[in-house]
């Protein structure tokens, strides 16, 4: 092993610092194994992290003991213990706060046609280390003498924020292909940098992304969303070809820029308003009717994706412009499809292509020009998702032109003061017609069925451009609608017939 350096030493000493909370816990485990003859280490994230001071969620320890004996080691020791991945050698355990989960020695590697890794226990510390993903991760403190353990110079990495492998690349991502991405995640989560073997491998490598499940490569990407930096890994997925795999929307942003150069390059632009997004967000734990704590997934995906309309929308006009019509419409179909094969759950890719689709509509707000109708449907429109949009709307200027942002800027300050007034008048989140489906029946005459679905739907739209009416304003807008429908849409037989077609 290398000779410590006096900036190793200053890291071990902030690691022993970080780990003095869990430490007793740790050696008391630790002791509890070697009592029944097996090893066991801290290894990995909470080794890395606490040189870095950064919080870890879980405890990682690895062991020679199998899952059967850990299960034994544990009993009457943790609060509960459970069944992580049995042919994988994890067991989990509760003790306290405290979580931990705890793996056998192994080595594990894919089969080249296959999704799932094939697992091998080993018998010694070492064999695990080199296995892992990078030499940062291949630390471990050998416990309860708390021996530090660093056959490949991950402590020296760290500190010179350097990202290799145990192993060459080629077998680390041959193993476990996953781990390309895990690297990108590392440069935004981190600010480690790969060193040049690990891209080139990343590169040479990336079409064997496509053994990983969609659901490891979406929680992948989520966790360099919501780093500290995600531009800097989106980035190195683009440089790698990797996005290429698994978002490919993301590079084909890159567009060949015009030799008059009278658009934006949109790829750039993208990851800029993300980063302008992500500078918007509220504070953790941040309340409010339109906050939006950070780091907020559903914000940062919306911006990432704002613009992928553009590439199949782009037209070169006559005068030498270039338009891009519609773009948010097909963006939103094309955001709804990506997210949909990376397997988000249908709440997130609702609300991140609905903010797509409506990520242009100030636009149409110009100097202030709308009436309350129109700010009210963009408050009803957004829903939940105003505090977002605002963000987003305000993010998407990217202009270097100061005068036009803040003129900008101050437009939408004016739209927003108008939907704190207008707020302040009516409770819009919950805006109904002023007459319910009961009300609208007996005052045409009809039953419930696809008319009344239509007449609810006219007085939504009239209180909606008209604002609060009452009952009797909304009765009379009510029957005025009905009186100017065809008869063979208002007569008795025509309504039945209306709803036998529709049911």
Not at 75 to 81: L, R
Not at 295 to 316: C, N, Q
Not at 381 to 387: C, I, K, N, R, T
Request: hydrophobic share 40%; net charge negative.
């Amino acid at each position: 092993m290398p000779t410590p350096t006096s900036t190793d030493a200053a890291l071990l000493l902030r690691a022993m610092h970080h780990l003095t909370p869990t430490l007793p816990l740790l050696t008391d485990l630790g002791e509890r194994f070697g009592t029944a003859g097996h090893q066991v280490a801290l290894v990995g994230g909470p080794v890395r992290d606490a040189f870095l001071g950064r919080p870890s969620p879980d405890l990682d320890l690895t062991t020679s003991a199998s899952p059967e004996q850990i299960e034994e080691v544990l009993a009457g020791w943790a609060d509960t213990t459970w069944d992580v991945g049995r042919e994988f050698g994890t067991i989990g355990a509760r003790r306290g706060d405290d979580v931990l989960e705890i793996t056998t020695y192994r080595a594990d590697a894919y089969d080249a046609e296959s999704r799932k890794p094939v697992v091998a226990f080993g018998d010694n510390l070492e064999d695990d280390l080199v296995r892992r993903d990078f030499t940062v991760n291949a630390m471990a403190l050998r416990l309860p003498e708390l021996l530090f353990v660093d056959p490949h110079d991950g402590l020296a990495d760290l500190a010179a924020l350097r990202l290799r492998t145990p192993h060459t690349p080629e077998v680390s991502f041959s193993d476990d292909p996953l781990r390309m991405m895990r690297a990108a995640r590392f440069v935004a989560q981190l600010g480690l940098v790969p060193a040049p073997e690990v891209v080139a491998a990343m590169t040479d490598m990336a079409g064997r992304l496509e053994i990983i499940s969609a659901e490891r490569v979406r929680d992948e990407l989520v966790k360099l969303l919501l780093a500290p930096d995600p531009r800097a890994g989106l980035e190195m997925l683009v440089e790698t070809e990797l996005a290429e795999q698994m978002l490919p929307e993301l590079p084909a942003l890159q567009l060949e820029v015009d030799e008059h150069h009278r658009h934006k390059d949109v790829y750039e632009h993208s990851l800029t308003v993300l980063e302008q997004a992500i500078a918007l967000e509220d504070a953790p734990g941040a309340e409010g009717e339109d906050a939006v704590p950070g780091p907020d997934l559903v914000l940062r995906l919306a911006a990432l994706l704002h613009d992928i309309g553009k590439p199949a929308t782009r037209r070169f006009e006559p005068d030498g412009g270039v338009s891009f019509h519609h773009h948010e419409i097909v963006g939103a179909k094309l955001t709804r499809a990506r997210l949909r094969a990376l397997r988000f759950d249908k709440e997130t890719v609702r609300s991140v292509s609905r903010l797509v689709e409506l990520h242009l509509r100030f636009h149409g707000y110009g100097s202030g020009e709308w009436t309350d109708s129109a700010v009210r449907r963009y408050i009803t429109d957004a829903g939940p998702l105003l505090g977002r949009l605002h963000r987003l709307t305000r993010s998407d200027s990217t202009t270097r032109n100061r005068r036009k942002a803040a003129r900008l800027a101050a437009t939408y300050d004016d739209l927003e003061t108008r939907i704190t007034r207008l707020r302040s008048q009516e409770e819009l989140r919950a805006v109904r017609p002023e007459l319910d489906g009961n009300q609208i029946a007996e005052a045409l005459g009809i039953t419930p069925g696809p008319v009344l679905g239509r007449a609810y739907k006219h007085l939504l739209a009239v209180r909606l451009d008209q604002g609060p009416l009452g009952e009797e304003g909304a009765r009379a807008a009510l029957l005025q609608w009905w009186a100017d429908q065809p008869e063979s849409v208002t007569q008795p037989e025509a309504v039945t017939q209306l709803e036998s077609e529709d049911g």
